[in-house]
């Protein structure tokens, strides 16, 4: 038995298939937001930690209507297999409400995927051999960096600021890598209200980020599960607005309307959407036909856009909250104030190590995602993120009391 074998299971001697493993598995690991949801979801924990969409605030009664109309109507359907692109009809509704973002597209070239995190696993799936290069902004999706460490590529950050992505540092990432002969195959980048650095990428970058991608032939991969999530005014028009041949586009009903439902999309140029398609089909046969004809119901037969409008309410005053607590019990402290969806990232002082210090926060009753969580190569240490989605108001501002004890007691040490 070799060591590499043994490496692929650490620590997991009690699994006796653990020398069986496929080499790809050495890249799977349970994230560290995982191990978190269990101590955080404790009650008299304030949870600062998950991106959990605030359900509550949905018109339960509207959707028990489409659920019963679509059972009543469309059952046969509703009950058996589809086709592995997705409903037709819902994938029509997918094109209007990217409208909102300036794309226009074909309903062909639409897949409707078991949320957006499926068609980041088809999208990783078609493109990566082990060892290929993934550019990611620093930070980046946790679960991203999941996935992409799962087909065994090389994420490499490049860094952004408080207008997103930084095209200057994306132009000498290129060619520090090209001069290694590095091969690089996407550009995975989440351009409007950041998850975890709550930045939007600038109006002006955008179409510099597509040409520099453009002019190394590295594809472009959007992901837009919170654009429509924005507190004051609109997140500028996606990138897909600009390009449509090197840009596949993600998009989500997790945060618009309820994750469990589990409908996501991508809008890719028809040769990728083809293969997409494909690999879809062979991962799970088609996407839940009961999920989607319930989501296609929901938009035709209520004002969905109000719905939006009552999220963006919530999460806006949320934000606010958690802004508002930060400045009081934290004003040496810097953060990002988003504009939109559900986060803030806070920056420690550099002798303070996030992780090191959750086990106390949690015992002071208060939970948020160290940075750490957020980076391929080890970084962010100093950092963590804040959700602000799910606690109300008053609970917001409690947890930030707490953590302000937390951090204090720690530089006092
Ligand atoms: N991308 C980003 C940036 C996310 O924050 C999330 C969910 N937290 C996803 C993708 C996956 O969302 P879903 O699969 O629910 O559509």
Redesign the pocket.
Known sequence: MSDQSISRSPGNNLDPWYANYAERTSGLSASEVRALFAVASRPEVVSLAG?MPFVSALPAELITGSLEKVMREQGGMALQYGSGAGQPALREQILEVMALEGIRGTVDNVVTT???????DLVTKLFIDPGDVILAEAPS?V??IGVFRSYQANVVHVAMDDDGLNPEALRETIAHLRGQGRRIKFLYT?PNF??PAGVTLSAARRPEILEICRQNEILVLE?N??GLLHFEEKAPDALRSIDENGVIY?G????TLA?GF???WALAPHAICEKLILAAESAILSPSAFSQLTVSEYLRSTDWMAQIDTFRGVYKQRKEAMIAALEEYLPDLSWTDPNGG?YVWLTLPDRLDSKQMLPRAVKELVAYTPGTAFFADGRGRHAMRLSFCYPTPENIRVGIRRLATVINGELDL
Do not use: E, M
């Open positions: 991106g078991t949320g957006s995190q499926q068609a980041l999706y679960g991203a989440i950041h998850n992901d599960p919170y993600l989500s009903f997790s945060k994750p589990r409908v996501g559900f």
